[in-house]
């Protein structure tokens, strides 16, 4: 099963499973993009692949997550702003 984060303003709202076989494109390989859309297309909203073996975006989405374009992170290991 493949796992989705929905994300809002950078943060991870909800996290959902998704069959595999509705990542799968005309050649049988799974695309992120195909499951992302079908999530939106559901949902609404922008939908972003996560791993529980954190094999992608370095660590499985959790509610509150941060999405920084390229990875989850945890909101305690962001970096307070210093002045």
């Known amino acids: 099963m493949a796992h989705f984060a929905k994300v809002e303003n950078n943060y991870v709202q909800e996290v959902i499973v998704v069959n595999n076989q509705v990542l799968l494109d005309s050649a049988g390989v799974e695309q ?21 073996n954190a094999s992608m975006r370095s660590k499985f989405a959790a509610l509150g997550d941060i999405w920084d374009g390229t990875n989850f992170v945890s909101p305690e290991l962001e970096e307070e702003p210093t002045e």
């Open 32 to 52: 992120e993009a195909i499951g992302a859309q079908f999530c939106a297309d559901l949902f609404g909203g922008e939908w972003v692949q996560t791993s529980y």
